[in-house]
């Protein structure tokens, strides 16, 4: 075994929580660490994680985080002997890796060679064929391909099939295609996707397995030859080709489908060579995996078909940390792995200590990817000040978070705050466990997919296990519906924020803090306050002191704001008794039930009321300011971004639904379309221009 | 502060306590019904024509301008009670905290003959003015008023011209005045946004003019529309009446708090310095403990027991004049001084009461004054003592004393007592009601007895004859004519109170008016008139 000889500073060429993940390891290893910053991102966490930092420049990822000259630079001027890449941005750049070892610098990944073969899609098909690893068919499509072109590949790899870039990941430049007559269009918008996020816009089209499963093996490879598989994740809930829960171990496969599948990513990572961690994906065929449960006589490799090999460290990487360990063949007892530790190590010529058969794993464990974005719009990004993010840290749950509160989710990065990892002895009690711990954290600012987080852990068909890659497609309304709090719910949570909202206000005045709040000797007036009622109409809350300590608390619908004593539907009717007020935890009881909950919000009037479940309130503001521009046949964009093309000009006449224009955010495009049939009477934006999130783009006179 | 803490002999089983409960609740559910009609308005159908305009009522607009889960003291909310006018004087006035400042707030009420004063408005304006002025609280008016209610002009015009020099007398003493115009402000009205601070206009709405078209038509010839002769825009661009301009009724409020925010008041007196922890007893039980027939008197121990924080109190000279009790307590955390009575005044309570306030003059201690006096003692044994002289010096100490004092009236005040214990004519900064309350020269039986003794009297000289069912049928009369007028609910609709309030809220209503007592400085004077000895 040779000494290793680790990096003295490692310049982390990423940001957001991997950069902050691996500045944890590098200063656990007493490693100093090196991040590289926007100007948008000088406060950020991972500048603040690192023991140095240095600004590479503008606030787009190609002035800043796809710049490899600057980051180059960065890390020779700051002393650094080792470039970390991440994920995303340059992480399976080769000519970046191939810089980075010009400059003299050690590169924490495999090598360049290995990241360009695999980089092409098609490229890695072929070597895989070569080294007998099973295949989905697919084939490349020439650039200048014309509609009739286009269809004889697609006829010839078979429907459904999916557009995929040649350099793509992260479900950049993906489109799914069911006929024909959808090709020209999906292959016109993956190529501009490609091209704005990979600068190639090389397209291939391969046959979509209409039930899949999504499961990948992590491969870690040393430069001595040593080459173990850690096991498998299944990562098949997916939106938008984005991961947004995986696990390990998969609860779709046998261990014959497991043996089969990792056999499959040693022999690819052999064949390739591969040093540093990586991971091999599959697509898995759930019609197959469910006649081999079914007790069918189906042989595993059927099930099991190569999809590409992610040469860096994965998202997902978490949860293999937490289940995989190694076991001392002297006492039996389980060595926690660190991934980061790894590559470092690997880097540094280390020889991997292990043999496959210590590596056991323990329990199980799930990791979401917790989003800013608007599900109900469609995922579409969201971005604001996290006013509050208060991450419940407990027992079994790992926060990798980016953000922190206070700080602005900008539209420049990928919008996801945080990864949540559970770990239990079993699949149930680790949902159960991040479930809780998703509602039991303070998270107002941005629109998130919590929620939606929440119900698919506590959905009876991910609870068994029936999770193929259309999970969220199909099950999207479900989910959705059961993250709708009820009435009674709601009501509750507007008269417990009323109170909040008094008391603290009360309690933090000047004048008279220790009187109850609202006293008043005549009754004349009393605490009163509107939230927005889930269909737009008017949720008011009314308090009133009794004598006793306890509060007389309603809740009617369509009294508006600042109406003393106007009259509507009760929707709730409580005696209210205040325990204790913590800043944000109120100890109350309702009704006779007495609970704890926290209640948080922001300028804007968003409330949070959590315990039990989340409901998110908007307080009516009690002065509203002047109206937003109100414009009858408005058409804005979904969010800030900027625009790619404008489909109409003035005068037009378009459908309902005809296209207007498009618009282009986080490397994701977004069709505006007429939200009713008319004569375009002005256009306000022209391609290129940078808009808001509601600015007008296109009026339409109905 | 470390002081004993009162014991309570309570026992809620007792009858007199229940009926006494039974009785003052009855009081209290007439105080509600008398509450809902002053609060109602001009009836739901002016109400309706109000709300039918896009405006918010007068309660609304206090709401709304004061801070959320603020405490809210209405003050006077009954005067003119039994009158032939609207009960409440068609006005609210009231203590509220608006941006984290005490202020005065109060404004007619519109949907009450439009907002025109009556002789029970302007008193009770006056009355607000006055509460301004002696504690140093900033002042908002919410004005929409017609004017004088020209039927009653001759009630109002000279007593209500006393408002405009009292907004000024604020204003030269630093006190911030602000006007909030939401309608028409006319004629005398003008002069309330005319002698204010800050004016904040509201457009369409807002309408300051001395004389409205048709009086200037009268006057003239002239003829102007409303808008031209005072609105918004014209007092905001042009007369320079308005110094905010607000586009509706919310950002009117919403810019007199922004204006209140940034006045940078500080109140100059020193803030809560006890714990303001809950007494010890539960405050209910004061409806048990104050007696509604005043033959029966109770220990005013028992109220403090359940007004001061924590029920703790070091009673001061706890042996001597025992019916007068006095000693040291807090409330809300209002370090205090108190003077409460537990029977007649004889010399030795006089004198200890004389004391006491000097005491807390030298302390610069605030004095609460709990009421409950059947007047100083009579008799030779009494008037040979010096009876008059001991009175005199208490008289003396609270008419010259310079703390503040509050007083609460629990149950009789009658005579001379009624001085010493700091009625009404000796400026209290404020004085409540409870509503078992009685007050008169004398009780309504001694009364009806003295007056039928000096008629026997007058009678006998006369050489007339007597007629003993006719003076029982007289004094039956008498007693019933002085018990109908010392009653609290004519003394509060008089005007003689800040307030009926019920007696479980004392301890918050002295907490409020504690705090805004000590907006000014608390400094006590050593300045008396001539202590007879």
Same mark, same amino acid.
């Given at each position: 075994?040779?000494?290793?000889?680790?990096?003295?500073?490692?310049?982390?060429?990423?940001?957001?929580?991997?950069?902050?993940?691996?500045?944890?390891?590098?200063?656990?290893?007493?490693?100093?660490?090196?991040?590289?910053?926007?100007?948008?991102?000088?406060?950020?966490?991972?500048?603040?994680?690192?023991?140095?930092?240095?600004?590479?420049?503008?606030?787009?990822?190609?002035?800043?985080?796809?710049?490899?000259?600057?980051?180059?630079?960065?890390?020779?001027?700051?002393?650094?002997?080792?470039?970390?890449?991440?994920?995303?941005?340059?992480?399976?750049?080769?000519?970046?890796?191939?810089?980075?070892?010009?400059?003299?610098?050690?590169?924490?990944?495999?090598?360049?060679?290995?990241?360009?073969?695999?980089?092409?899609?098609?490229?890695?098909?072929?070597?895989?064929?070569?080294?007998?690893?099973?295949?989905?068919?697919?084939?490349?499509?020439?650039?200048?391909?014309?509609?009739?072109?286009?269809?004889?590949?697609?006829?010839?790899?078979?429907?459904?099939?999916?557009?995929?870039?040649?350099?793509?990941?992260?479900?950049?430049?993906?489109?799914?295609?069911?006929?024909?007559?959808?090709?020209?269009?999906?292959?016109?918008?993956?190529?501009?996707?490609?091209?704005?996020?990979?600068?190639?816009?090389?397209?291939?089209?391969?046959?979509?397995?209409?039930?899949?499963?999504?499961?990948?093996?992590?491969?870690?490879?040393?430069?001595?030859?040593?080459?173990?598989?850690?096991?498998?994740?299944?990562?098949?809930?997916?939106?938008?080709?984005?991961?947004?829960?995986?696990?390990?171990?998969?609860?779709?496969?046998?261990?014959?489908?497991?043996?089969?599948?990792?056999?499959?990513?040693?022999?690819?990572?052999?064949?390739?060579?591969?040093?540093?961690?990586?991971?091999?994906?599959?697509?898995?065929?759930?019609?197959?995996?469910?006649?081999?449960?079914?007790?069918?006589?189906?042989?595993?490799?059927?099930?099991?078909?190569?999809?590409?090999?992610?040469?860096?460290?994965?998202?997902?990487?978490?949860?293999?940390?937490?289940?995989?360990?190694?076991?001392?063949?002297?006492?039996?007892?389980?060595?926690?792995?660190?991934?980061?530790?790894?590559?470092?190590?690997?880097?540094?010529?280390?020889?991997?200590?292990?043999?496959?058969?210590?590596?056991?794993?323990?329990?199980?464990?799930?990791?979401?990817?917790?989003?800013?974005?608007?599900?109900?719009?469609?995922?579409?990004?969201?971005?604001?000040?996290?006013?509050?993010?208060?991450?419940?840290?407990?027992?079994?749950?790992?926060?990798?978070?980016?953000?922190?509160?206070?700080?602005?989710?900008?539209?420049?990065?990928?919008?996801?705050?945080?990864?949540?990892?559970?770990?239990?002895?079993?699949?149930?009690?680790?949902?159960?466990?991040?479930?809780?711990?998703?509602?039991?954290?303070?998270?107002?600012?941005?629109?998130?997919?919590?929620?939606?987080?929440?119900?698919?852990?506590?959905?009876?068909?991910?609870?068994?296990?029936?999770?193929?890659?259309?999970?969220?497609?199909?099950?999207?309304?479900?989910?959705?519906?059961?993250?709708?709090?009820?009435?009674?719910?709601?009501?509750?949570?507007?008269?417990?924020?009323?109170?909040?909202?008094?008391?603290?206000?009360?309690?933090?005045?000047?004048?008279?803090?220790?009187?109850?709040?609202?006293?008043?000797?005549?009754?004349?007036?009393?605490?009163?306050?509107?939230?927005?009622?889930?269909?737009?109409?008017?949720?008011?809350?009314?308090?009133?002191?009794?004598?006793?300590?306890?509060?007389?608390?309603?809740?009617?619908?369509?009294?508006?704001?600042?109406?003393?004593?106007?009259?509507?539907?009760?929707?709730?009717?409580?005696?209210?008794?205040?325990?204790?007020?913590?800043?944000?935890?109120?100890?109350?009881?309702?009704?006779?039930?007495?609970?704890?909950?926290?209640?948080?919000?922001?300028?804007?009037?968003?409330?949070?009321?959590?315990?039990?479940?989340?409901?998110?309130?908007?307080?009516?503001?009690?002065?509203?300011?002047?109206?937003?521009?109100?414009?009858?046949?408005?058409?804005?964009?979904?969010?800030? &971004?900027? @625009?790619?093309? =404008?489909?109409?000009? $003035? !005068?037009?006449? #378009? *459908?309902? %639904?005809?296209? +207007?224009?498009? /618009?282009?955010?986080?490397?994701?495009?977004?069709?505006?379309?007429?939200?009713?049939? &008319?004569? @375009?009477?002005? =256009?306000?934006?022209? $391609? !290129?221009?940078? #808009? *808001?999130? %509601?600015?007008? +783009?296109?009026? /339409?006179?109905? | 502060?470390?002081?004993?803490?009162?014991?309570?002999?309570?026992?809620?089983?007792?009858?007199?306590?229940?009926?006494?409960?039974?009785?003052?609740?009855?009081?209290?559910?007439?105080?509600?019904?008398?509450?809902?009609?002053?609060?109602?308005?001009?009836?739901?159908?002016?109400?309706?024509?109000?709300?039918?305009?896009?405006?918010?009522?007068?309660?609304?607009?206090?709401?709304?301008?004061?801070?959320?889960?603020?405490?809210?003291?209405?003050?006077?909310?009954?005067?003119?009670?039994?009158?032939?006018?609207?009960?409440?004087?068609?006005?609210?006035?009231?203590?509220?905290?608006?941006?984290?400042?005490?202020?005065?707030?109060?404004?007619?009420?519109?949907?009450?003959?439009?907002?025109?004063?009556?002789?029970?408005?302007?008193?009770?304006?006056?009355?607000?003015?006055?509460?301004?002025?002696?504690?140093?609280?900033?002042?908002?008016?919410?004005?929409?008023?017609?004017?004088?209610?020209?039927?009653?002009?001759?009630?109002?015009?000279?007593?209500?011209?006393?408002?405009?020099?009292?907004?000024?007398?604020?204003?030269?003493?630093?006190?911030?005045?602000?006007?909030?115009?939401?309608?028409?402000?006319?004629?005398?009205?003008?002069?309330?946004?005319?002698?204010?601070?800050?004016?904040?206009?509201?457009?369409?709405?807002?309408?300051?003019?001395?004389?409205?078209?048709?009086?200037?038509?009268?006057?003239?010839?002239?003829?102007?529309?409303?808008?031209?002769?005072?609105?918004?825009?014209?007092?905001?661009?042009?007369?320079?009446?308005?110094?905010?301009?607000?586009?509706?009724?919310?950002?009117?409020?919403?810019?007199?708090?922004?204006?209140?925010?940034?006045?940078?008041?500080?109140?100059?007196?020193?803030?809560?310095?006890?714990?303001?922890?809950?007494?010890?007893?539960?405050?209910?039980?004061?409806?048990?403990?104050?007696?509604?027939?005043?033959?029966?008197?109770?220990?005013?121990?028992?109220?403090?027991?359940?007004?001061?924080?924590?029920?703790?109190?070091?009673?001061?000279?706890?042996?001597?004049?025992?019916?007068?009790?006095?000693?040291?307590?807090?409330?809300?955390?209002?370090?205090?001084?108190?003077?409460?009575?537990?029977?007649?005044?004889?010399?030795?309570?006089?004198?200890?009461?004389?004391?006491?306030?000097?005491?807390?003059?030298?302390?610069?201690?605030?004095?609460?004054?709990?009421?409950?006096?059947?007047?100083?003692?009579?008799?030779?044994?009494?008037?040979?003592?010096?009876?008059?002289?001991?009175?005199?010096?208490?008289?003396?100490?609270?008419?010259?004393?310079?703390?503040?004092?509050?007083?609460?009236?629990?149950?009789?005040?009658?005579?001379?007592?009624?001085?010493?214990?700091?009625?009404?004519?000796?400026?209290?900064?404020?004085?409540?009601?409870?509503?078992?309350?009685?007050?008169?020269?004398?009780?309504?039986?001694?009364?009806?007895?003295?007056?039928?003794?000096?008629?026997?009297?007058?009678?006998?000289?006369?050489?007339?004859?007597?007629?003993?069912?006719?003076?029982?049928?007289?004094?039956?009369?008498?007693?019933?004519?002085?018990?109908?007028?010392?009653?609290?609910?004519?003394?509060?609709?008089?005007?003689?109170?800040?307030?009926?309030?019920?007696?479980?809220?004392?301890?918050?209503?002295?907490?409020?008016?504690?705090?805004?007592?000590?907006?000014?400085?608390?400094?006590?004077?050593?300045?008396?008139?001539?202590?007879?000895?």
């Amino acid at each position: 075994m040779t000494t290793p000889e680790l990096p003295r500073a490692v310049l982390i060429a990423n940001r957001g929580e991997i950069a902050v993940r691996i500045a944890r390891t590098c200063r656990e290893m007493g490693i100093r660490s090196i991040a590289v910053c926007s100007e948008v991102d000088a406060g950020a966490r991972h500048v603040l994680a690192c023991d140095e930092a240095v600004l590479l420049g503008g606030a787009s990822p190609s002035e800043s985080y796809l710049c490899a000259h600057a980051i180059i630079d960065a890390a020779t001027r700051s002393g650094a002997d080792a470039v970390h890449p991440g994920f995303g941005f340059l992480a399976e750049d080769p000519r970046f890796a191939q810089a980075v070892l010009d400059a003299g610098l050690r590169w924490i990944g495999p090598t360049p060679a290995v990241i360009a073969a695999m980089g092409d899609k098609l490229e890695a098909k072929r070597r895989m064929a070569a080294a007998g690893v099973p295949l989905v068919p697919g084939e490349r499509i020439a650039d200048d391909a014309d509609p009739e072109g286009l269809r004889e590949v697609a006829e010839r790899v078979g429907f459904p099939l999916m557009v995929k870039a040649v350099a793509g990941g992260g479900g950049k430049g993906m489109r799914a295609v069911h006929t024909v007559d959808e090709l020209p269009d999906a292959v016109a918008s993956a190529r501009r996707e490609a091209e704005a996020a990979f600068g190639d816009d090389r397209l291939f089209l391969e046959r979509l397995i209409a039930r899949s499963r999504h499961v990948e093996v992590q491969i870690v490879g040393d430069q001595h030859g040593h080459l173990l598989h850690l096991f498998e994740r299944e990562c098949s809930i997916q939106r938008r080709h984005q991961k947004v829960v995986e696990e390990s171990p998969s609860p779709g496969i046998d261990d014959e489908v497991r043996d089969v599948l990792t056999g499959a990513a040693t022999t690819a990572a052999r064949a390739l060579g591969y040093t540093s961690a990586g991971t091999v994906e599959f697509i898995l065929d759930e019609e197959v995996l469910a006649r081999r449960r079914a007790g069918e006589d189906v042989p595993a490799t059927d099930a099991v078909a190569f999809l590409e090999v992610n040469t860096r460290l994965q998202v997902e990487h978490p949860v293999t940390e937490q289940v995989v360990g190694i076991r001392d063949p002297a006492t039996g007892m389980l060595e926690a792995i660190d991934l980061v530790r790894w590559q470092l190590l690997i880097a540094g010529g280390w020889s991997l200590p292990v043999t496959q058969e210590q590596l056991v794993t323990r329990g199980h464990a799930i990791e979401v990817r917790l989003y800013a974005e608007d599900v109900p719009a469609g995922f579409l990004p969201a971005t604001g000040r996290l006013h509050a993010f208060e991450p419940a840290l407990r027992e079994g749950i790992r926060w990798d978070a980016g953000v922190a509160q206070g700080e602005d989710v900008s539209p420049h990065y990928d919008p996801m705050l945080a990864k949540v990892i559970a770990t239990a002895p079993t699949r149930t009690e680790a949902a159960t466990r991040l479930a809780a711990a998703l509602q039991d954290t303070p998270l107002v600012g941005v629109a998130t997919n919590r929620d939606l987080l929440v119900a698919v852990l506590r959905d009876a068909t991910f609870l068994v296990g029936d999770t193929t890659t259309a999970y969220l497609e199909e099950r999207l309304a479900v989910l959705q519906a059961s993250g709708v709090p009820d009435e009674g719910s709601r009501a509750r949570a507007c008269l417990l924020a009323t109170l909040h909202g008094a008391l603290q206000a009360q309690q933090g005045s000047p004048a008279l803090p220790t009187l109850p709040v609202g006293f008043c000797n005549t009754g004349v007036l009393w605490p009163q306050e509107t939230f927005a009622g889930p269909d737009g109409d008017d949720w008011t809350v009314r308090l009133r002191g009794r004598r006793d300590g306890s509060l007389e608390g309603q809740v009617l619908r369509d009294v508006p704001a600042g109406f003393l004593d106007a009259d509507g539907e009760v929707l709730l009717s409580a005696r209210v008794r205040v325990h204790t007020l913590d800043r944000d935890t109120l100890d109350a009881e309702v009704d006779g039930r007495r609970q704890r909950v926290r209640i948080v919000g922001d300028p804007q009037g968003r409330v949070q009321v959590l315990g039990p479940g989340v409901v998110d309130l908007v307080r009516r503001p009690r002065f509203p300011s002047e109206a937003a521009e109100r414009i009858s046949g408005a058409n804005r964009s979904p969010m800030p &971004g900027s @625009v790619v093309a =404008v489909a109409v000009g $003035a !005068g037009d006449e #378009v *459908a309902e %639904g005809q296209l +207007l224009a498009t /618009v282009e955010a986080m490397k994701m495009e977004h069709r505006v379309t007429a939200g009713r049939a &008319g004569t @375009v009477t002005e =256009v306000r934006v022209t $391609a !290129g221009q940078q #808009v *808001a999130g %509601g600015e007008v +783009l296109v009026v /339409v006179d109905g | 502060m470390s002081h004993d803490v009162l014991r309570s002999r309570v026992d809620p089983a007792d009858e007199v306590f229940q009926r006494n409960r039974a009785e003052n609740l009855e009081l209290l559910r007439r105080v509600d019904e008398q509450l809902t009609a002053a609060h109602g308005g001009g009836g739901s159908e002016k109400l309706a024509r109000h709300r039918s305009r896009g405006k918010h009522t007068l309660r609304e607009r206090i709401a709304l301008l004061c801070d959320h889960g603020s405490p809210f003291l209405e003050l006077q909310p009954l005067i003119g009670l039994d009158s032939d006018f609207h009960v409440g004087g068609s006005t609210i006035q009231g203590i509220g905290v608006v941006s984290g400042v005490e202020c005065v707030i109060g404004g007619m009420d519109p949907t009450v003959k439009g907002g025109a004063s009556n002789p029970f408005s302007v008193t009770k304006s006056l009355r607000a003015l006055q509460i301004a002025r002696e504690n140093r609280l900033p002042t908002i008016n919410l004005t929409e008023s017609g004017g004088a209610d020209l039927r009653r002009q001759q009630d109002v015009f000279v007593p209500g011209g006393r408002t405009f020099r009292e907004l000024t007398a604020l204003s030269k003493a630093g006190v911030p005045t602000i006007s909030l115009v939401f309608g028409s402000s006319t004629a005398g009205g003008a002069y309330i946004p005319g002698m204010s601070d800050y004016v904040v206009l509201i457009e369409e709405r807002s309408k300051v003019f001395l004389g409205g078209p048709p009086l200037v038509r009268m006057a003239t010839g002239e003829v102007a529309s409303e808008e031209d002769l005072g609105g918004a825009q014209m007092h905001a661009r042009i007369s320079g009446l308005g110094d905010y301009l607000a586009t509706d009724e919310l950002d009117g409020i919403r810019i007199t708090r922004q204006l209140v925010s940034n006045l940078g008041w500080t109140k100059r007196g020193p803030g809560p310095s006890e714990p303001a922890d809950a007494p010890l007893f539960d405050p209910d039980e004061l409806l048990g403990i104050a007696s509604t027939d005043l033959r029966e008197t109770f220990d005013t121990r028992e109220v403090l027991a359940r007004v001061l924080d924590g029920s703790r109190f070091e009673e001061f000279k706890a042996a001597y004049g025992t019916n007068l009790v006095t000693g040291w307590g807090s409330i809300h955390g209002f370090p205090i001084g108190v003077l409460a009575n537990n029977g007649v005044l004889f010399s030795e309570e006089s004198q200890k009461g004389a004391q006491f306030i000097q005491l807390a003059n030298k302390r610069d201690r605030p004095l609460l004054f709990l009421q409950n006096i059947t007047g100083f003692m009579v008799g030779t044994a009494y008037e040979r003592g010096g009876m008059i002289k001991d009175g005199a010096k208490l008289i003396n100490a609270v008419s010259n004393s310079e703390v503040p004092h509050l007083t609460v009236m629990t149950g009789a005040s009658y005579g001379a007592g009624n001085y010493g214990m700091c009625g009404r004519a000796y400026d209290p900064r404020m004085l409540f009601t409870w509503p078992n309350h009685r007050i008169a020269v004398m009780g309504p039986e001694q009364l009806a007895g003295v007056l039928s003794i000096v008629a026997k009297a007058g009678a006998e000289n006369r050489g007339e004859v007597w007629d003993e069912d006719q003076d029982r049928g007289i004094r039956e009369m008498v007693e019933s004519q002085i018990e109908a007028e010392s009653n609290a609910f004519h003394a509060t609709g008089q005007g003689w109170d800040d307030g009926i309030i019920d007696p479980r809220d004392t301890r918050h209503v002295l907490g409020i008016a504690l705090s805004a007592v000590h907006t000014d400085d608390v400094r006590g004077g050593d300045a008396y008139g001539v202590f007879r000895m």
